[in-house]
Each structure stands twice: as C-alpha cells, then as structure tokens.
C-alpha cells in the first residue's frame, strides 16, 4: 500500500471501512469496545490523506464517500468517545524506526505530518469533519512510563466515557 497508493489505495480503504464496520457492529462480551481506529478515522484521515495528496482520483474517493455517507444515514454506529493520543509526527517516525516493521519502513515523515495535520484539523481544532463524540486528548510523546500513569489518570474517563 505504501509503495503503491495510487494503485491500492481503493482496495485497501474500502477493505478498511468493510474491516472497521465488522469491528463497531460486531457483538461483544465486555461492556467496554476499545478500538485502535474507526470506520470516521478511516474516512476522514486516511482516505482524505490519499485524495488531497493526489494518490486517490476523484472517482475513487466519490465511491469511498458515498460508501462512508450510506453506511452512517443507514447504519447505527455508537462510539462514545474519541481517545487521541496526540503525538508528533517525528516521535511517530521515531517509533516506528524502533518497531523496525518491514511494512512500515518506507513511510516517509511527510506522510505522517500529513496524517498529523488531518487529526489536528478534526479532534483539535473540530474544522473538517463531525466527530461522532466528545474527544480526550492526552499527550502521548511521552516513554511507555509516562503513558501508563497517563492511562491510569484517565481510566475512569476512558472506561465510562460520560464522564466527560
């Protein structure tokens, strides 16, 4: 996908909102559903990211977003809270250095100041897209340390969401 956007962009985006609408609609146990992106982060990120950046035609994003824009007229897709972890793009590009994916080696730092950009736009600055619900912002430049006591400061606000 990232060698090639231009050619698998659609595929991989309408897989992603197909693999996203599984996991909101899917029956769960726990009274609690955590998940690490969503069928709006899908959409209002990664596949404006590949249309503004030239790497979608405007064909490909029509059909996305008539996708996107039935799915949430005809489809009842609850999310209660919006956690963002709002992290630079280059303590991204740092970890995902660290990580050492094969996948992942060829994203650029552009790409992820792009990605960066998007959800500013969206979850800070509320200027491109709705959001779906209130969001919690905890600054995650921090080492995993940092972060856990971070977690642990906002638990109850994660775990109950009407709190907020």
Avoid at 20 to 46: C, G, N, W
Avoid at 82 to 102: A, D, G, M, N
Wanted: with cysteine; proline share 6%; net charge negative.
């Amino acid at each position: 996908m990232y060698q090639d956007p231009e050619r698998w962009g659609l595929t991989m985006q309408t897989y992603v909102q197909l693999s996203m609408l599984d996991q909101h609609l899917s029956t769960i146990s726990a009274p609690v559903r955590m998940m690490e992106r969503s069928i709006f982060s899908a959409k209002y990120i990664f596949v404006e990211n590949l249309y503004r950046s030239g790497k979608m035609p405007e064909v490909d994003f029509a059909v996305l977003s008539e996708w996107f824009d039935w799915i949430t007229t005809n489809i009842s897709i609850p999310v209660d809270l919006i956690v963002y972890l709002q992290t630079s793009p280059q303590t991204c590009h740092e970890r995902l250095k660290q990580r050492s994916r094969e996948e992942e080696k060829v994203i650029p730092l552009e790409y992820l100041e792009s990605i960066h950009q998007l959800y500013e736009d969206w979850l800070i600055k509320k200027s491109s897209s709705p959001l779906p619900a209130p969001v919690l912002v905890i600054p995650a430049d921090q080492d995993l340390q940092e972060m856990l006591h971070q977690y642990k400061e906002n638990r109850d606000k994660i775990l109950t969401a009407s709190s907020l």
